[in-house]
Nanobody
Framework: QVQLEESGGGLVQAGGSLRLACSASGRIISDSPMAWFRQAPGKEREFVAAISANGGTTYVIDPVKGRFAISRDNAKDLVYLQMNNLKPEDTAVYSC??????????WGPGTQVTVSS
């Protein structure tokens, strides 16, 4: 059974940066497209970014474009979300997931990102 785990969250002032990492146990993720999601208090989970299995194709949503970047190190079996120029509205629990077919699965528990103004 695959389990994902996110790390790297924390409390940061507006304009600061964080790098989140997603790791897996139970299987490798280097052969799978991956994605990051976030869920703010009282809101539904929101897709943030995705990356292809080889890292050659990436996508981020417009609200974070130019500030966030998704990447991966398949040698280390890790997926990252670099977040720069953070804003208070980026405050959320960030989770990673594996893309399987047309859906996402095997969600991690998430890591809290809090941006103070």
């Amino acid at each position: 059974q695959v389990q994902l785990e996110e790390s790297g969250g924390g409390l940061v002032q507006a304009g600061g940066s964080l790098r989140l990492a997603c790791s897996a146990s139970g299987r490798i993720i280097s052969d799978s497209p991956m994605a990051w999601f976030r869920q703010a208090p009282g809101k539904e989970r929101e897709f943030v970014a995705a990356i292809s299995a080889n890292g050659g194709t990436t996508y981020v949503i417009d609200p974070v474009k130019g500030r966030f970047a998704i990447s991966r190190d398949n040698a280390k079996d890790l997926v990252y979300l670099q977040m720069n120029n953070l804003k208070p509205e980026d405050t959320a629990v960030y989770s990673c997931a594996i893309e399987e077919g047309e859906d996402y699965a095997h969600w991690g528990p998430g890591t809290q990102v809090t941006v103070s103004s």
